[in-house]
């Protein structure tokens, strides 16, 4: 599976939008881009995944380059509740597994 | 909204001591996994179940790890004999396919080895 790049740590202001990146350059043509967050303490949170169309749900919206070399996570309205370690992960359909890199911490401030 | 539940929340035991942490996947799910998570470190892979039998393990999952799905609703993942390095969050998931499908997650086992 593609390795995957991401600051350490951001922040962002409550009610503000969050743009988390995440660059896997080596990805290729079959690899997902996958998002799930953990909240401290707490089992990994599903966010969201695509392939090469920007994907939007309930939770945010993942947005992919044209050349599917790197990604954004938008959290469209943060919250408290949103500071969490988020996880952007590359894998292919055929895999099992998930491969954890150590994620951006993110904290939301008031 | 189904969720996957695990039980103990916490478990200590002696070094050399057999245990089982339990998991209740999502109902319809097919596939099962266990992950750990050494305190302060990334969460590792240990092995993933499907169709009653493991279908990929990691390095990590030796001879003294175990799955099993005794019935239709609990997996579980046994320690023959604890060491101290297997102290950790064990996180179970689940998933209704194989491929691009998310991953559901319990809230862990906290086990600690003295």
């Known amino acids: 599976d593609a390795k995957t790049t991401q600051p350490p740590s951001m922040d962002c202001a409550e009610g503000r939008a969050a743009n988390l990146p995440c660059n896997h350059s080596?990805?290729?043509?079959?690899?997902?881009v996958y998002w799930y967050r953990q909240i401290h303490s707490q089992g990994p949170q599903y966010i969201i995944h695509?392939?090469?169309?920007?994907e939007t749900n309930e939770m945010a919206s993942l947005i992919i380059t044209e050349d599917r070399k790197s990604s954004t996570l938008i959290l469209p309205h943060a919250t408290l509740r949103d500071t969490a370690v988020y996880y952007c992960?590359?894998?292919?359909?055929?895999?099992?597994?998930?491969?954890w890199g150590a994620g951006t911490k993110l904290i939301i401030k008031p | 909204e189904p969720e996957v539940t695990q039980t103990p929340s916490h478990q200590v035991t002696q070094m050399g001591q057999e245990v089982i942490l339990r998991c209740v996947p999502i109902?319809?799910?097919?596939?099962f996994y266990w992950y750990r998570q050494i305190l302060g470190q990334k969460v590792e892979f240990l092995v993933s179940?499907?169709?009653?039998?493991?279908?990929?393990k990691s390095e990590i999952f030796d001879d003294q790890f175990s799955v099993e799905r005794p019935d239709g609703s609990n997996f579980t993942l046994k320690i023959r004999s604890t060491k101290l390095e297997d102290s950790a969050m064990y996180f179970c998931?689940?998933?209704?396919?194989?491929?691009?499908?998310?991953?559901?997650f319990g809230p862990g086992t906290r086990l600690t080895v003295t």
């Open positions: 998931a689940s998933s209704l396919r194989q491929g691009a499908y998310e991953q559901y």
């Open positions: 109902s319809n799910h097919l596939y």
């Open positions: 179940f499907y169709n009653n039998e493991i279908s990929e």
């Open positions: 080596t990805i290729s043509g079959n690899e997902y």
């Open positions: 695509g392939l090469k169309n920007n």
């Open positions: 992960i590359v894998r292919t359909d055929s895999n099992y597994q998930l491969i």
